[in-house]
């Protein structure tokens, strides 16, 4: 299974978003802080985005809580 990889910051209302509706999926995803590590957040940003979460599944990525992209996992 391809890891979920959220990019996030502390206190981050579509992050909590995010992760509720991975775990009640049951599926499993680990947490980058983008306050805590500068390399991360300039993926981030080479990616193009600019708001938090940023969510990589393999090649797949987008950014902010979007149910209709955590349907599909």
């Known amino acids: ?24 999926k049951n599926i499993p995803y680990r ?3 983008l306050t805590q590590d500068n390399t991360a957040l300039d993926f981030v ?6 708001q ?8 797949k990525h987008w950014s902010g809580f979007r149910p209709d992209m955590l349907l599909g996992l």
């Open 1 to 24: 299974m391809t890891v979920v990889t959220i990019y996030s910051k502390p206190n981050c209302v579509q992050c909590n978003a995010t992760y509720q509706a991975l775990e009640r």
């Open 31 to 33: 947490v980058i802080d």
């Open 52 to 59: 938090v979460p940023v969510v990589v599944i393999g090649q």
């Open 45 to 50: 940003r080479q990616l193009g985005y600019q």
